[in-house]
């Protein structure tokens, strides 16, 4: 999965995540209420709906890049759902891409 994401105008970013059973237009805004240092920098919502958040990173790569690390939500999924947000170098885009690695971990744990 790699869907796009434009920023959006009041900050953050916007746009439509697809996968075989997903297909939801999302916003991830700013987080404003932060009150530590690991709370989430931006709150992922569906609607008006909080449906999970996201951190920034930095990868590992060579060079290293900035990314956000977005957690997914749903009562009726086992785990959170792992994703990725890459920014363009411009800045006017960003690819949200699905991260398999996270997911067979995780399945592991459970």
């Known amino acids: 999965m790699a869907d796009v994401f434009k920023p959006a105008?009041?900050?953050?970013?916007?746009?439509?995540?697809?996968?075989l059973t997903i297909d939801r237009k999302v916003r991830l805004v700013p987080n404003d209420n932060r009150r530590s240092e690991h709370a989430p920098e931006y709150i992922v919502l569906l609607g008006w709906t909080r449906v999970g958040e996201a951190w920034e990173a930095r990868s590992n790569g060579d060079p290293p890049r900035d990314?956000?690390?977005?957690?997914?939500?749903d009562p009726t999924w086992s785990a959170p759902l792992k994703l990725a947000l890459f920014p363009?170098?411009?800045g006017l885009s960003a690819?949200?891409?699905?991260?398999?690695?996270?997911?067979?971990?995780g399945d592991r744990d459970g």
């Open 67 to 73: 990314y956000l690390r977005v957690q997914l939500r």
């Open 88 to 90: 363009a170098p411009d």
């Open 9 to 19: 105008k009041r900050g953050g970013w916007e746009g439509r995540i697809h996968t």
């Open 95 to 105: 690819a949200l891409v699905f991260n398999a690695m996270s997911q067979r971990e």
